[in-house]
């Protein structure tokens, strides 16, 4: 099993920065990459960045590309997203999650772990 806690999330004006953190736990030898994803209210939950837990690589949902940035500290067993010039369409729960094996999808069901979300609400 792991465990994923988001933390960061909170209200911010248009055109500001927020960082998210995700910070891991047991079995975290296991993750191959995590990702963040959010879903908005009637919406369903979309892709936002994924990074590979060894490597590093990154991937971003083009919505969100040259604004976000997803890191990680494998020391800390954290991943970070973060979010600038940000806009009233970015506000959303905001989740992280973790998968196991390699895909070159990054759709929800590649996931197996998923922390409890973190509200960003981006006023205009």
């Known amino acids: 099993q792991v465990q994923l806690v988001e933390s960061g999330g909170g209200l911010v004006q248009a055109g500001g920065s927020l960082r998210l953190s995700c910070a891991a736990s047991g079995r975290t030898f296991s993750v191959y990459a995590m990702g963040w994803f959010r879903q908005a209210p009637g919406k369903e939950r979309e892709f936002v960045a994924d990074?590979?837990?060894?490597?590093?690589?990154?991937y971003y949902a083009d919505s969100v590309k040259g604004r976000f940035t997803i890191s990680r500290d494998n020391a800390k067993n954290t991943v970070y997203l973060q979010m600038s010039s940000l806009k009233p369409e970015d506000t959303a729960v905001y989740y992280c999650?973790?998968?196991?094996?390699?895909?070159?999808?990054?759709?929800?069901?590649?996931?197996?772990?998923w922390g409890q979300g973190t509200q960003v609400t981006v006023s205009s």
């Open positions: 990074i590979s837990w060894s490597g590093g690589s990154t």
């Open positions: 999650a973790a998968r196991l094996y390699y895909s070159s999808s990054y759709r929800e069901t590649e996931y197996r772990y």
